[in-house]
């Protein structure tokens, strides 16, 4: 097989590639416009495979798009390109509603004509996969407001509810807003031309690589440089994190094995509040780097981001139950291998701010 993916130079896409080169025989285009958070750096391992080949493309430019395809003759398309960071779709909509909204839609027409152009047997065996996220459905009941139930229970049973694929749409940010119109377009572009689509929506990912202006890698970098670990509001918002290793797994067989026109839910079975997680992130770094004082001691508490959605939990057994896959990590080995990688890695991790982003406070009113 041979895969366009989209995004291939940010954290998940490059996670997926590097799956791909290392785990099956498949070919990869890697198409990326390279923003500030796309670096190349993070597919080192695998670029000089004869698989492997890049092509700085932005999804809103229809005419490269129909060149890529035209050249390549991809087997199938996994659509991860994006602008992700909610803080930044605060300060900065329309970026989000033009690579969001616009680049899906451009990469829908461009998929479909080229689909169309086919072979009987290779047009059925074609693929778009649009991998979306767990935030289009808006938020879940906190356990704060039910104290008589527990976090983490499948719906249906004695706990709160969590997403099933089914969970009716109500983003609440900017961000989470355009990805679900993404997801109503690629739906849109199956049910009228026929198109043949696959979706996922995952949960929190957290791994190497992660650029640092999300919450993992942000606390990791700023416990070592002696800064504040902002916590927005009282830090009891509730996610369920999943390694992206995990994702990646869950994202190729979804494109080899998953039903056409199915949407399947990605979840890492580990809902946490996020003052948890910076605790055993500032107690994993207290025994692999230790100082005098505690980590614990740099945590600050701030203004929650506006519209903060308290809770989401991703009911994952649709994707265990037809296709046989589940999380290999739980969050304590992955949340340890992520650390360790930070710690490992502090040269790339000074290279990808440069310049961009020095982890300052985004998503202000």
């Given at each position: 097989?041979?895969?366009?993916?989209?995004?291939?130079?940010?954290?998940?896409?490059?996670?997926?590639?590097?799956?791909?080169?290392?785990?099956?025989?498949?070919?990869?285009?890697?198409?990326?416009?390279?923003?500030?958070?796309?670096?190349?750096?993070?597919?080192?391992?695998?670029?000089?495979?004869?698989?492997?080949?890049?092509?700085?493309?932005?999804?809103?430019?229809?005419?490269?798009?129909?060149?890529?395809l035209a050249q390549h003759q991809?087997?199938?398309?996994?659509?991860?390109?994006?602008?992700?960071?909610?803080?930044?779709?605060?300060?900065?909509?329309?970026?989000?509603?033009?690579?969001?909204?616009?680049?899906?839609?451009?990469?829908?027409?461009?998929?479909?004509?080229?689909?169309?152009?086919?072979?009987?047997?290779?047009?059925?065996?074609?693929?778009?996969?649009?991998?979306?996220?767990?935030?289009?459905?808006?938020?879940?009941?906190?356990?704060?407001?039910?104290?008589?139930?527990?976090?983490?229970?499948?719906?249906?049973?004695?706990?709160?509810?969590?997403?099933?694929?089914?969970?009716?749409?109500?983003?609440?940010?900017?961000?989470?807003?355009?990805?679900?119109?993404?997801?109503?377009?690629?739906?849109?572009?199956?049910?009228?031309?026929?198109?043949?689509?696959?979706?996922?929506?995952?949960?929190?990912?957290?791994?190497?690589?992660?650029?640092?202006?999300?919450?993992?890698?942000?606390?990791?970098?700023?416990?070592?440089?002696?800064?504040?670990?902002?916590?927005?509001?009282?830090?009891?918002?509730?996610?369920?994190?999943?390694?992206?290793?995990?994702?990646?797994?869950?994202?190729?067989?979804?494109?080899?094995?998953?039903?056409?026109?199915?949407?399947?839910?990605?979840?890492?079975?580990?809902?946490?509040?996020?003052?948890?997680?910076?605790h055993i992130i500032c107690d994993?770094?207290?025994?692999?780097?230790?100082?005098?004082?505690?980590?614990?001691?740099?945590?600050?508490?701030?203004?929650?981001?506006?519209?903060?959605?308290?809770?989401?939990?991703?009911?994952?057994?649709?994707?265990?139950?037809?296709?046989?896959?589940?999380?290999?990590?739980?969050?304590?080995?992955?949340?340890?291998?992520?650390?360790?990688?930070?710690?490992?890695?502090?040269?790339?991790?000074?290279?990808?701010?440069?310049?961009?982003?020095?982890?300052?406070?985004?998503?202000?009113?």
């Amino acid at each position: 097989m041979k895969i366009l993916v989209t995004g291939g130079a940010g954290f998940i896409g490059s996670a997926v590639i590097r799956h791909i080169i290392n785990n099956t025989d498949d070919e990869v285009v890697n198409l990326d416009k390279l923003t500030y958070a796309g670096n190349l750096e993070s597919l080192a391992p695998v670029s000089d495979s004869k698989r492997y080949t890049f092509e700085q493309v932005d999804i809103c430019n229809r005419a490269e798009l129909d060149r890529v395809l035209a050249q390549h003759q991809p087997d199938a398309i996994m659509h991860l390109a994006a602008e992700s960071h909610v803080d930044r779709s605060i300060d900065g909509p329309a970026e989000f509603i033009q690579t969001n909204i616009v680049g899906t839609y451009t990469l829908l027409e461009a998929a479909r004509h080229y689909w169309q152009t086919m072979g009987a047997e290779q047009k059925t065996q074609f693929r778009f996969h649009h991998i979306s996220t767990d935030e289009v459905y808006g938020d879940l009941p906190h356990p704060a407001d039910h104290p008589s139930l527990l976090a983490g229970e499948r719906q249906g049973g004695e706990g709160l509810p969590m997403f099933i694929e089914e969970t009716a749409y109500a983003p609440s940010s900017p961000y989470s807003a355009s990805k679900a119109s993404s997801d109503h377009l690629v739906r849109a572009w199956q049910r009228t031309y026929g198109l043949p689509v696959l979706i996922t929506n995952c949960s929190n990912n957290y791994g190497p690589y992660h650029f640092p202006e999300k919450l993992i890698p942000l606390v990791i970098l700023n416990a070592l440089e002696g800064k504040p670990l902002p916590i927005y509001g009282k830090g009891d918002q509730i996610r369920d994190w999943l390694y992206v290793e995990d994702h990646a797994r869950a994202l190729y067989k979804v494109l080899k094995e998953g039903r056409i026109g199915d949407t399947y839910n990605i979840g890492g079975h580990n809902e946490k509040q996020n003052i948890e997680v910076v605790h055993i992130i500032c107690d994993i770094l207290q025994q692999l780097r230790p100082k005098e004082s505690s980590y614990r001691d740099q945590i600050t508490y701030v203004q929650d981001r506006p519209g903060h959605d308290r809770r989401y939990a991703i009911d994952a057994s649709k994707i265990q139950q037809e296709l046989g896959w589940v999380p290999e990590e739980t969050f304590e080995s992955g949340i340890r291998k992520t650390v360790q990688w930070y710690l490992d890695n502090a040269e790339w991790c000074q290279r990808v701010q440069d310049g961009s982003y020095q982890r300052e406070r985004l998503g202000q009113l």
